[in-house]
């Protein structure tokens, strides 16, 4: 388990002490370098003893995640607090970064929140989980989940089927998040009335959204018509979390990120309200 599928795990780890020779044989790991890079994989390791303690399981993001507390000297955060709730698998779906305490703590105080950061930092989940933990306790009464219909990097073409197997590819992520924490069943029923709604960007337009958790994915993919066109549907007793990663915008060169262009307004706003 420790080496992970594929050796995933193990190329990790070699990837991140490059100056180190790692030969596994069995359930045993000879470590070989100087004396330095060996002491930080040791405390990178002790860190990861903990955080296997505490979760009870062992991850690629749980490893990234040990590395960088043992690099930066940040302790681990007290994972028992935050459990939201049980997933469908009998896992516990909980914030277990930093980052994902902060967007948790932030969405009980705001209407509105910008998820920004790389791939794998969990900003999809924990803007699901944020959601899902509002509907259970019946603080909305409906979630909607959108995203941009871009094609990331290649021309997919003509796709077959009715409309909702066309855009389904695009959302797949929302359902794979939203599958981890509503059983079956119950997920097939809550689409169906509608209590959870997954649909593209633009079938955001021209509505009202009032008493519901509405995630926009993917949001650099937006564009600034777009965004505005997105935040201005918000009504009574709604809530927002727009969440993106600027590093991979799949727009024609020509067009700006909408998200980009919302970030450089908000910083002015900040700047001008508070020098």
Known sequence: MFYGPQNAHLNLLKRKYPKLQLVARGDEIKV??????ILE???GMRVLEKLYTTRKELTENIIQEALDISET???PLD?????LFIGTRGQKIRAKTKNQHKMLDVSQKSDIIFAIGPAGTGKT???????V?????REVRKVILTRPAVEAGENLGFLPGDLKEKIDPYLR????????MIPGDKLKSMVESRTVEIAPLAFMRGRTLD???VILDEAQNSTELQLKMFLTRMGPNAKLIITGDLTQIDLPKKQQSGLYRALENFEKYRRNKYH
């Not at 070989?32 to 890079?37: I, N, Q, T």
């Not at 989940?125 to 959601?131: E, K, L, N």
């Open 133 to 137: 933990m509002a509907l259970k306790n």
């Open 73 to 75: 000297g940040e302790l």
């Open 79 to 83: 994972n028992t607090k935050d459990v």
């Open 211 to 213: 008493n519901c958790y």
């Open 32 to 37: 070989f370098g100087d004396e330095r890079s």
């Open 125 to 131: 989940y924990t803007a699901v989980a944020i959601a």
């Open 41 to 43: 994989f040791q405390s």
């Open 173 to 180: 992520p929302l359902y794979d998040a939203l599958e981890d």
